[in-house]
Nanobody
Framework: QVQLVESGGGLVQAGGSLRLSCAAS????????MGWFRQAPGKEREFVAA??????????ADSVKGRFTISRDNGKNTVNLNLQMNSLKPEDTAVYYC???????????????WGQGTQVTVSS
């Protein structure tokens, strides 16, 4: 059974920090590119960050570069994906989704699997 379970969302003031986590199991996710997307109310889902299966390459949307850091820990049966978000802005408010992509070698393509999402709200 494939599971991508996000945690760590919440309410934070502008300038603050949050750390999102995603536990992925049920497939050999250690060989998948993993990443984060977000969707704000009334907007399309957008790419935030991705990390290659080895962790050696990371990719960021311009809007979060320098503020967010993606990392992963490839366990035997579960991959733990993290997103450290610093210097948060009200425009970072969105539902954040963990995602896994088995095909793309560089960057993040269309994911094969999605988590259910976790709400991040940044107050001004």
């Amino acid at each position: 059974q494939v599971q991508l379970v996000e945690s760590g969302g919440g309410l934070v003031q502008a300038g603050g920090s949050l750390r999102l986590s995603c536990a992925a199991s049920g497939r050999t996710f250690s060989r998948y590119t993993m990443g984060w997307f977000r969707q704000a109310p009334g907007k399309e889902r957008e790419f935030v960050a991705a990390i290659s299966w080895s962790g050696g390459n990371t990719y960021y949307a311009d809007s979060v570069k320098g503020r967010f850091t993606i990392s992963r820990d490839n366990g035997k049966n579960t991959v733990n994906l993290n997103l450290q978000m610093n210097s948060l802005k009200p425009e970072d408010t969105a539902v954040y989704y963990c995602a896994a992509d088995s095909r793309t070698v560089q960057g993040m393509g269309v994911p094969d699997y999605w988590g259910q999402g976790t709400q991040v709200t940044v107050s001004s």
